[in-house]
């Protein structure tokens, strides 16, 4: 029997899927891209796939690669999917399949517990306070019996712990063979067992930075694979374009002087000035700092040439010979000692790639690549590529027939032409397959949009102040099970306030703003809240959580988007984007902007409707969709909801959203 045979019988109504998974309803959408899958693997040839929200798209690549016989490599965005996949999905299909298939999951260095770094935190003099300490303690007990050295295995240790750079390696600080934990260090152990499984769970970052570096493990196990699967695949140029460049920041060198500190002091006490080698790296990481004046945190200072747009050329090329300097001497000091220990031959290392990207930093960017200064609480110097498609086509596109590749790149939002042109030019797949899958939802019934006429225009200072009032009207109408999607930080940060100052007083809502806790722990709280575990939540986000973020049922019934998701005009590597463009006769609005604004408003509006039973409300607080020609555009993007005239059709629907319920009986 064929590939495309075995799929189709395994999603068949009576089909070993139907047996195996309590919830599996046949779709004809899934079904559709498990055949295109198929026919990709057998055929040797990429494809990409847009398959909307409820497609069960997870189970339409899984199912033919796992009955495809060969060895399969998977890479999510997340850590989570990563977890998702390994734990739950793999798992469920191979024994229904009844394949003989083992599976290894592969994440990042800095995942997984540092045994040498740990025995070395404790007796660091720089090793943060008594709450640490409690938390390394935590670590060293579950050291003792873990078999991965997973931390997400590890209970109640919160992801944004102070302690984990103490007990996890970088790519920078990692001694690699010589280090005297080598043998049972978890990375290497995850790695081995990565090489001799059959299907690889991997995530984004860990691809590109193996394409960047090769020293993720990745190097010797994707030539062993034709069947690559990218799911969550919008987010591929992103990440991509991080590790294809370079990067300098204060943050790496100050790390790198700590490091430097606590393995002198502890090692080879007396053989140098360690304290005042690592004073002169930091003194000259801060004046790099101070170099930049009185520039906005959170802006990005475009390059001229070797200077950053708006600083003094002097005051910057002193600072960063003064860093190159600094590192020189430290490169001598830590050569002198290197027989003493590995840690010291590793911090020779770094303190020797720290200077040629100090050095690079003096010189004008590559051509074709961008440059740019992040200024934050650390100073970043960055340099990247517009996009990754000089590093993907070579890989997929083979012109040996026998080395043909079969990549299925995959997501809910890939763009808005049938060519899916936003993702397909920026990562070399031009050339590749395209099939669009639309939802089996029934978003006319099920869901209905509104744009409010009558409000402050984007610009107008008064917008952000508008959206907080009308989400709070809506938001106590629908006794919360409202999410408010920012586009900017500073919208989230004002709404947020304004929300909180609204409902606190009268507590019967709970207002949840992102950065308040950990995401994860944010989600469960909305989750709960929302669906009568507590009390009703209005959740007010930005960024990361226009995607990815799961809330089916009566939680969620509202979102409210302020602004129509442009890129900024003025970061410097939009701007190089939009240069590039018009430089080959593309319109930089129609060609960049547009397509940018169309997939993330897709993505945000996709948090709405997650099964066939929801029902909600999109409301988008910016009446260009609605009043400048390409709002057409932009909607069309959009699941076909229904759309809602006036305020008062808005008040009416949420109304009966709050009598109703969410059931698939009693459709809105």
Same mark, same amino acid.
């Given at each position: 029997m064929d590939l495309a045979s075995q799929v189709l019988a395994a999603f068949a109504p009576e089909g070993v899927l139907s047996r195996a998974t309590e919830h599996f309803v046949p779709r004809t959408g899934q079904t559709e891209m498990a055949l295109a899958v198929a026919s990709a693997i057998e055929g040797g040839y990429p494809l990409v796939v847009e398959a909307s929200t409820g497609v069960g798209k997870t189970f339409s690549y899984l199912v033919p690669a796992l009955l495809s016989g060969e060895r399969v490599l998977l890479s999510t965005a997340t850590k989570a999917l990563q977890d998702q996949l390994f734990g739950r999905d793999l798992p469920t299909l191979v024994k229904a399949l009844g394949v003989p298939v083992s599976t290894a999951l592969l994440k990042g260095r800095g995942s997984y517990l540092c045994l040498h770094r740990m025995e070395m935190a404790r007796h660091d003099a720089g090793f943060p306070g008594r709450t640490s300490l409690s938390a390394l303690a935590k670590v060293e007990k579950w050291a003792r019996g873990t078999a991965t050295g997973d931390l997400a295995e590890l209970p109640g240790l919160d992801e944004r712990s102070p302690v984990i750079p103490w007990v996890t390696s970088t790519r920078e600080n990692c001694l690699g063979s010589p280090c005297p934990r080598f043998r049972a260090c978890h990375v290497n152990q995850a790695r081995r067992e990565a090489l001799a499984a059959d299907v690889v769970v991997i995530n984004h970052h860990l691809f590109f930075a193996d394409l960047a570096v090769r020293e993720s493990g990745m190097a010797e196990l994707l030539p062993t694979v034709r069947i690559a699967i990218f799911d969550e695949a919008h987010q591929l140029n992103e990440t991509g374009v991080q590790f294809l460049g370079r990067n300098l920041s204060t943050g790496q060198l100050l790390d790198f002087s700590r490091d430097m500190l606590a393995t002198g002091m502890q090692l080879a006490r007396g053989l140098a000035d360690w304290q005042v080698l690592a004073s002169a790296t930091e003194h000259a990481a801060r004046d790099l700092r101070l170099s930049v004046g009185k520039a906005f945190p959170g802006s990005k200072l475009r390059w001229n040439d070797a200077v950053p747009e708006g600083l003094s050329a002097e005051a910057w090329s002193t600072a960063l010979a003064a860093l190159g300097g600094a590192l020189q001497v430290a490169c001598e000091a830590l050569d002198s000692v290197t027989e003493i220990a590995p840690d010291f031959v590793r911090l020779h290392e770094r303190a020797l790639e720290l200077a040629a990207r100090a050095e690079a930093f003096s010189a004008p960017p590559e051509a074709g690549a961008v440059r740019w200064l992040d200024v934050g609480t650390q100073l970043r110097l960055v340099e990247s590529p517009l996009d990754i498609a000089k590093a993907i086509e070579p890989r997929v596109f083979a012109d040996d027939k026998a080395a043909a590749k079969s990549w299925i790149f995959t997501s809910a939002t +890939?763009? /808005?032409? $049938?060519? +899916?042109?936003?993702?397909?030019?920026?990562?070399? @797949?031009?050339?590749?397959?395209?099939?669009?899958?639309? #939802?089996?939802? /029934?978003?006319?019934?099920?869901?209905?949009?509104?744009?409010?006429?009558?409000?402050?225009?984007? !610009?107008?200072?008064?917008?952000?102040?508008?959206?907080? #009032?009308?989400?709070?009207?809506?938001?106590?109408?629908?006794?919360?099970? %409202?999410?408010? @999607? %920012?586009?900017?930080? &500073?919208?989230?940060?004002?709404? !947020?306030?304004a929300l909180q100052a609204s409902f606190d007083s009268a507590g019967d809502i709970e207002v949840l703003v992102q950065g308040a806790m950990p995401k994860r722990e944010l989600i469960e709280r909305f989750r709960q809240g929302g669906d009568g575990g507590g009390r009703a939540c209005v959740l007010v986000a930005s960024a990361s959580f226009w995607e990815g973020i799961d809330v089916p049922g009566e939680a969620l019934q509202l979102v409210v988007i302020d602004k129509l998701p442009f890129p900024p005009p003025n970061d410097p590597m939009v701007e190089a984007r939009s240069r590039a463009l018009e430089s080959g006769g593309k319109s930089a609005f129609n060609d960049y902007f547009l397509p940018e604004a169309a997939v993330a408003l897709k993505q945000g509006a996709g948090r709405l409707i997650r099964r066939e039973t929801d029902q909600g409300v999109l409301v988008v607080c910016d009446n &260009?969709?609605?009043?400048?020609?390409?709002?057409?555009? @932009? @909607?069309?993007?959009?699941?076909?909801?229904?759309? +809602?005239?006036? $305020? /008062?059709?808005?008040n009416d629907r949420l109304d009966l959203l709050t009598r109703s319920g969410t059931t698939a009986s009693q459709p809105i």
């Open positions: +890939l763009g /808005d032409d $049938e060519r +899916l042109s936003w993702f397909t030019e920026p990562c070399g @797949l031009t050339q590749a397959s395209v099939l669009r899958v639309g #939802s089996p939802f /029934d978003y006319a019934r099920q869901a209905a949009i509104y744009v409010p006429r009558n409000f402050p225009k984007p !610009g107008d200072p008064a917008h952000t102040a508008a959206v907080a #009032s009308s989400a709070a009207s809506w938001a106590r109408r629908l006794r919360g099970r %409202t999410m408010v @999607l %920012t586009t900017t930080l &500073r919208a989230l940060r004002a709404i !947020g306030e &260009r969709l609605a009043v400048m020609g390409y709002g057409k555009r @932009l @909607l069309r993007a959009l699941p076909a909801m229904q759309r +809602l005239a006036s $305020e /008062d059709e808005l």
